[in-house]
């Protein structure tokens, strides 16, 4: 159980987690996985989970399936993951419902233009470190994406090509250099150490075509007619659509990165993600297993199921608006430590 804390030191509590999230952050072998927080900007970006049932509802056109889960909904689902977990039976060939929904998010993402300043931000400050960042995104929208090329930051994403870019794992994998002839031959010296970005869920613009196999076009056009959009839904179907290409070489990386590749990441910061995701979580708590990993957790909130589950951890920090977790302590709470927006500015 987790020690307790004496209110009295409140301010000495607070003093040591902000410390001790700079010293993290700071550190070497870092890797970032962004949840919807760090996209929603304080209202200014895109939506959480919880409001976008009734920001898409208008946009599925299907008066039956908009009616199947505004029905589930009135009956006390919550949200719509519930709602489409529901009224999927389970069976090999998926309801049209999950698609229908799939198709609202994008048409309403592609609406949706914010400020990428601070994304920009961020990214210079992790390129500027000199390793070679990893950094999984559970959102659909592309922030990072468009922050690197404001930035003129090299980012890779797995996907090679122009104008029907088509994915190809093994791109996480090269090394950009150059060959130069020395007193002992020829030598390779990496020049550009590309930050790496894995979609673990999907994202705006990827498609799967029956010919051409995976495909991304641009962030604000419709996907080819007769191809399917690779967007994973709030539903529980996540964990077994992420064993499919080419999430699953996604989330082979993701696995790795925190414990099976021969060099792991010794931190993972968690930004805006509220846990509420097992199939993710399973991979994090296989990291925390090692004794040399730590888990950074910022978010404005967590669920009480995620607090007890996390705030215990001696080899994590979690930090929120109303309560904080400092390796097995629990204290108060901090005014914005959690929020990206001041993280972009101290990676």
């Known amino acids: 159980m987790p020690a307790p804390f004496d209110p009295s030191a409140n301010s000495d509590f607070s003093d040591a987690v902000t410390k001790k999230v700079h010293e993290q952050l700071r550190s070497q072998r870092v890797a970032y996985l962004l949840g919807a927080g760090s996209s929603y900007l304080g209202g ?17 056109a299907d008066d039956t399936i908009r009616a199947d889960i505004q029905a589930k909904l009135s009956a006390g689902a919550n949200g719509i993951e519930q709602a489409l977990d529901l009224l999927d039976l389970g069976l090999p060939k998926e309801l049209r419902h999950r698609h229908a929904v799939t198709q609202a998010i994008s048409e309403l993402f592609m609406t949706i233009r914010p400020n990428i300043e601070l994304h920009t931000e961020f990214l210079k400050r992790v390129a500027g470190r000199g390793d070679s960042a990893k950094v999984f995104s559970l959102n659909y929208d592309p922030l990072i994406e468009r922050a690197a090329d404001i930035g003129r930051i090299r980012l890779t994403d797995g996907f090679l090509g122009h104008e029907q870019m088509f994915f190809d794992p093994n791109v996480f994998h090269e090394r950009i250099g150059q060959i130069r002839g020395t007193h002992k031959g020829r030598q390779f010296d990496e020049t550009v150490k590309p930050i790496t970005l894995h979609k673990l869920h999907g994202s705006l613009g990827w498609y799967e075509c029956p010919i051409l196999g995976v495909r991304r076009c641009s962030y604000v056009d419709q996907i080819p007619t007769g191809t399917k959009r690779l967007m994973v839904p709030p539903q529980y179907r996540k964990a077994t659509d992420t064993m499919q290409p080419p999430y699953s070489a996604l989330w082979s990386a993701f696995r790795g990165a925190l414990s099976q590749d021969a060099h792991p990441v010794n931190r993972l910061v968690c ?21 040399d990993f730590t888990l950074l957790i910022l978010a404005k909130l967590l669920p009480d199921t995620a607090w007890v589950r996390w705030s215990m951890q001696t080899n994590t920090i979690v930090v929120t608006e109303n309560r904080c977790s400092l390796k097995g302590v629990n204290g108060p709470g901090h005014a914005d430590l959690w929020s990206f927006e001041r993280l972009c500015k101290e990676v």
């Open 44 to 60: 200014n970006g895109y939506p959480l989970t919880a409001s976008l049932w009734g920001l898409i509802r208008d946009r599925i």
């Open 271 to 291: 930004i805006g993600y509220g846990f509420m995701d097992e199939h993710v979580n399973a991979v994090i708590e296989n990291g925390l297993a090692r004794t």
